[in-house]
């Protein structure tokens, strides 16, 4: 619907915010030094947490205070509040584990990224299709299959770059 095309295009925007998060791990992640390496990744993780919120709240004001400048429709404005949870959750989740991939690939660790992405791929069209079929969700149930993988996503790479980290 015309509600979740405006959320979704908020989200679009603010989900690029993670991207230098990703970027920054594999540009700036010491090479030598074990310590600092250690540091940097709790710094830089802490950062995404932190971009992630920013961001989040930051969408969640604009969809909330900027929807009649995308579309003066009544029903789509009075719709819009069904959104902001899951958008807020979904870039809350998304930039830290953006930065979390980045530090997973600047570790090296490639075939774990990638077995990591074509799993996800996997159940996340697996949940698009159960959404689809089995309930009324529609598209806020795509907002909450967002919310679930992202969720995931900071599991899987958290844990990886601990156990990377302590080894």
Not at 144 to 159: D, E, G, K, R
Request: aromatic share 12%; net charge neutral; glycine share 8%.
């Amino acid at each position: 619907t015309a509600t979740h095309k405006v959320a979704g295009g908020i989200f679009q925007f603010f989900a690029f915010c993670g991207e230098p998060m990703f970027q920054a791990a594999q540009a700036l992640l010491p090479a030598d030094n074990p310590l600092e390496r250690q540091v940097f990744t709790q710094a830089l993780a802490a950062t995404g947490m932190l971009v992630g919120l920013v961001s989040g709240i930051i969408a969640t004001v604009t969809l909330l205070q900027g929807g009649p400048i995308f579309t003066q429709d009544a029903g789509v404005l009075a719709m819009l509040p069904t959104t902001l949870l899951p958008m807020f959750l979904s870039l809350l989740l998304l930039i830290p584990s953006r930065t979390l991939q980045g530090l997973v690939v600047a570790k090296s660790d490639l075939a774990f990224y990638a077995a990591i992405t074509a799993l996800d791929a996997v159940l996340f069209a697996a949940a698009v299709l159960y959404v689809n079929t089995h309930t009324v969700a529609g598209y806020l149930g795509m907002w909450w299959v967002h919310v679930a993988l992202y969720v995931l996503n900071v599991f899987q790479f958290s844990l990886r770059v601990w156990f990377k980290q302590s080894h």
